[in-house]
């Protein structure tokens, strides 16, 4: 089922590489039902955990954004 959202709140990617790791965060944090809070600023450290957790071979626990 569709998630209603307001638009103006949601992350915006700025460049053109990042979109895998949006992806990767929107799913956590839906799955979470944790509100959509994190910035682009965030996106080179979630980055990392993705990195960690691929080498690692298991999912990443983001750090909570809205705790």
Not at 17 to 30: A, H, R, T
């Amino acid at each position: 089922s569709l998630i209603p959202c307001d638009p103006s709140i949601v992350p915006q990617q700025d460049n053109a590489f990042d979109c895998g790791v949006y992806v990767c965060l929107f799913v956590d944090f839906i799955v979470r039902e944790s509100a959509l809070t994190f910035t682009p600023q965030q996106v080179t450290s979630m980055r990392y955990h993705i990195a960690h957790a691929i080498i690692k071979g298991s999912a990443p626990r983001w750090p909570k954004q809205d705790d």
